[in-house]
């Protein structure tokens, strides 16, 4: 079970760190991949060649199979750059200033609810990177093996969304809903009109292109969404 301080940030950055992905794949797709966290560096497509694109990128932590549980980029022993573990750093950091013990630790344990997930510990890994995303103000992030059933979660410096747009906004709520990592619903709307500029009313978010009607059920949890341009 999750701590009462990650739960919030997972509630403040979901929105967004799922738009940004949705926007990553709709830029690069199943291309392929290479990192380099030595010169800080990751590249989509064939490096060398002019249709690859490359950003910056960092190690947030890895989820491993053998040990069951989660290293914060920080703490792993090959010791990397700072400045390849700049995001990983600022998730501690407000770990500690905020209490979050999932934050704050070197290692977390992947849970005991999770047995049956593949890859292993992908919701605790997602979980944390989006904390780490909040921590860090930067949202596109990708996670891939790196063998063993290892996989590496990095934070990508570069990529840009365009201005929110109603049916993107509409599918971004409703999958991240869907996807049962929200506790507190009005806090997620909150939070990402604020990280878009947008604003909320408490009933509807106002869109460039329109208005999107937010339907909250007795427990406060979304329950239907209204466009309208």
Partial sequence: MRSAGLSALVDDGAFLAHESQLHLVDVHGLESWTFDLEIGSFTFGARGTPAATTYGVELLGSAAPG????LWGWANPAGFRSEVLRAAT??????????VPELAAPEVPFREDGQDEDPPGMRLAYELSVAARVAAGRWFAYSGDVGGGTRAWLLLEGPRLPEPDLVRTVRVIGETVQ???LDDHR????????LRGLEWDGTAL????GRLAVELDAHGRISALSGTA
Avoid: C, F, I
Avoid at 67 to 70: I, M, N, T
Avoid at 187 to 194: G, T
């Fill in 206 to 209: 106002h869109l460039p292109q």
């Fill in 187 to 194: 806090r997620a709307l909150a939070s990402y009109a604020a």
């Fill in 67 to 70: 040990p069951r549980s989660w």
């Fill in 90 to 99: 600022a998730a501690r950091t407000l770990g500690e200033q905020r209490g």
């Fill in 179 to 181: 996807a049962g990592v």
